[in-house]
């Protein structure tokens, strides 16, 4: 059984580095690496050492091992988080155990407005389709196609949609 991988996701997850995780744990560096290589295999005593650092229960970590995460999602696989006159927020990849960022596709009817205070810290969008003017705070910005923002929610976020056609809006929230 490999369980590398897993703690290394897991890790990540939590923000730590290799060696943040081998201090906390009292293990070292080289025995981390190893492990999450799969080179070596760790003790129960060792491998409940780690796992209290990343917040995990052992029979949890073990008891979803056998569940396989889809890599790939199409169309069919999107879920209508919001629907109102004004937009729909579709989000494309289900919402997973181990969740890092959050995607969905904002689909702004024309002229529409879309206002939201975010709790998320931060967050990158691209517009895929139309043209739409973005507020952040006191800033305002006039995006078309193709343009990207990555901002921190500390103000109120606005996207209104300039035309008269369906704009979209590609979210990926952290």
């Known amino acids: 059984m490999k369980i590398g991988s897993k703690i290394r996701r897991l890790r990540?997850?939590?923000?730590?580095?290799i060696e943040e995780l081998s201090n906390r744990a009292e293990l070292t560096k080289g025995f981390i690496s190893q492990l999450e290589r799969d080179k070596t295999v760790p003790?129960?005593?060792?491998?409940?050492?780690?796992?209290?650092?990343?917040g995990i229960e052992l029979g949890t970590f073990f008891s979803d091992f056998e569940e396989t995460e889809k890599n790939v999602y199409t169309q069919k696989d999107r879920?209508?988080?919001?629907?109102?006159?004004?937009y729909k927020i579709e989000r494309l990849v289900p919402k997973l155990k181990y969740l890092e960022m959050e995607p969905?596709?904002?689909?702004?009817?024309?002229?529409?407005?879309?206002?939201?205070?975010?709790?998320?810290?931060?967050?990158?969008?691209?517009?895929?389709?139309?043209?739409?003017?973005?507020?952040?705070?006191?800033?305002k910005r006039t995006l078309n196609?193709?343009?990207?923002?990555?901002?921190?929610f500390e103000d109120n976020f606005i996207i209104k949609n300039l035309t008269k056609k369906t704009a979209e809006i590609l979210l990926v929230n952290y």
């Open 145 to 152: 196609r193709g343009g990207c923002f990555y901002i921190f």
């Open 79 to 86: 879920i209508e988080e919001i629907v109102t006159e004004a």
């Open 104 to 139: 969905v596709i904002m689909t702004l009817s024309p002229l529409a407005v879309y206002d939201k205070n975010y709790e998320e810290d931060e967050g990158f969008g691209f517009v895929v389709r139309g043209r739409v003017e973005l507020t952040v705070g006191k800033e």
């Open 43 to 54: 003790t129960v005593l060792t491998l409940k050492q780690i796992l209290d650092v990343l």
């Open 12 to 17: 990540k997850l939590r923000g730590l580095t």
